[in-house]
């Protein structure tokens, strides 16, 4: 499932009918992670029509945790001000 791009159920069901993989198992899948992730939606926001009339008036921020990777500092939050 994994190395086949996380082909469905069916796919693999297939793809066995077809003699292009073996296994006990084809069409059996466990729980993805992955493709319960890929098949979230984007929540949508507001789109405001704020203008600003001096710099550092408005600051939109986004926080990523937590990173896989570790700072030197061993943080694993990354920050972003725009």
Do not use: A
């Not at 499932?1 to 069409?27: A, F, I, P």
């Amino acid at each position: 499932h994994l190395r086949l791009g996380h082909v469905s159920e069916k796919g693999l069901v297939e793809l066995g009918k077809q003699n292009l993989l073996k296994g006990d198992k084809l069409g059996e899948l466990d729980f993805c992670d992955h493709c319960i992730l890929g098949k979230s939606l984007k929540v949508k926001f507001e789109t405001n029509m704020h203008i600003s009339s001096k710099p550092f008036e408005y600051v939109h921020s986004n926080l990523w945790d937590p990173s896989m990777l570790k700072t030197h500092g061993r943080g694993s939050y990354f920050l972003t001000n725009d």
